[in-house]
Nanobody
């Protein structure tokens, strides 16, 4: 059974940084594409970033140049470093697997979500 455990959300000021973590359990992590999606208040869930099993990275247009996704196979973990945060980044962030990276399409497994709030 796949399980995704997220951590690292919180309240941050405009221009600040946060790092989200997601630990994957259930086997085969090294062959799984991992990603992050987010759901802003009152809006649809949207793609944020993904990292393929081989380490290729993909980003949504609104976060390019500010967010960095990475993975650590030794820890079965994926990270999302978020810099230069804006109020529009306020959302619940979800870890997801397995992501279809070429389509930014989520897979069947979701974390519980972690709230990120960017305030002025």
């Amino acid at each position: 059974q796949v399980q995704l455990d997220e951590s690292g959300g919180g309240l941050v000021q405009i221009g600040g940084s946060l790092r989200l973590s997601c630990v994957y359990s259930g086997g085969f992590f090294s062959s799984i594409n991992m990603g992050w999606f987010r759901q802003p208040p009152g809006k649809e869930r949207e793609f944020v970033a993904a990292v393929s099993w081989s380490g290729r990275t993909f980003y949504g247009d609104s976060v390019k140049g500010r967010f960095t996704i990475s993975r650590d196979s030794a820890k079965n973990a994926v990270y999302l470093q978020m810099n230069s945060l804006k109020p529009d980044d306020t959302a619940v962030y979800y870890c997801n697997a397995p992501v279809t990276v070429t389509e930014a399409k989520p897979g069947n497994y979701w974390g519980q979500g972690t709230q990120v709030t960017v305030s002025s």
